[in-house]
C-alpha cells in the first residue's frame, strides 16, 4: 500500500469513526487520528500478525470502541485502573489468541 493510499485509508477510517462515536463536527479529527494510532500500537502488541490496513470487521469495530471510549471518558485513562468494557475486553482477547482471524 503506497503513502497516499494509506492516507486515504486513515481519512475514511476516521469518518467512519466519528459516526460511529456520534461526532458531528470536524474540529477533533486530529485528536481521533491520533487515538485511532494509539489503538494500532497496542493491536500491534497483542495481536499476532496484526495488520492495520487489512483489518477484520472485528478488529475495526473494536478500534471505533476503543476510540469512542477513550473520547468519551478522558477522566477515567487519567486514573490508575483502566478499565475497557466488557464487549471490548472479550472481542479483543478473542483477536489476541485467534490470532485476528487471518
Do not use: W
Not at 487520528?33 to 494509539?38: A, D, F, S, V
Not at 469512542?68 to 471518558?73: F, L, N, R, S
Amino acid at each position: 500500500m503506497t503513502d497516499e493510499e494509506k492516507k486515504e485509508y486513515m481519512t475514511a477510517l476516521v469518518i467512519q469513526t466519528k459516526k460511529y462515536c456520534r461526532i458531528d463536527y470536524d474540529d477533533d479529527e486530529d485528536i481521533i487520528e491520533m487515538m485511532i494510532e494509539t489503538v494500532f500500537e497496542k493491536m500491534h502488541e497483542l495481536i499476532p500478525g496484526f495488520n492495520p490496513y487489512e483489518m477484520t470487521s472485528r478488529q475495526r469495530i473494536l478500534t471505533m470502541m476503543f476510540v469512542k471510549d477513550q473520547y468519551d471518558h478522558t477522566d477515567v485513562y487519567q486514573e490508575s485502573d483502566k478499565k475497557l468494557s466488557n464487549a471490548v475486553s472479550s472481542m479483543l482477547l478473542s483477536e489476541m489468541y485467534k490470532g485476528g482471524g487471518r
